[in-house]
């Protein structure tokens, strides 16, 4: 992946998001317009990729990017 990737994943927070009971980082991810995989990358989860209700989930980026599809 290029460095704009790697930017958006590891550069400092910017945004963040308060889990709410219910949520997954996909139900997430559809909900405020990112790829998901950003959310587990930037916040170093696990796999099952479990979260809490009342978590905060840090994002490096202001803008919605599109996903590119090779």
Do not use: C, H
Not at 6 to 22: C, H, R, T
Request: avoid cysteine; aromatic fraction near 12%.
């Amino acid at each position: 992946m290029g460095d704009n990737f790697k930017d958006l994943v590891y550069g400092n927070p910017k945004e963040s998001y308060i889990v709410q009971p219910g949520d997954s980082v996909w139900s997430i991810g559809i909900k405020l317009e990112i790829d998901p995989q950003l959310i587990i990358l930037r916040n170093n989860l696990k796999k099952p990729y479990v979260i809490y209700p009342n978590q905060r989930l840090e994002f490096s980026f202001t803008k919605r990017l599109p996903v590119e599809i090779a």
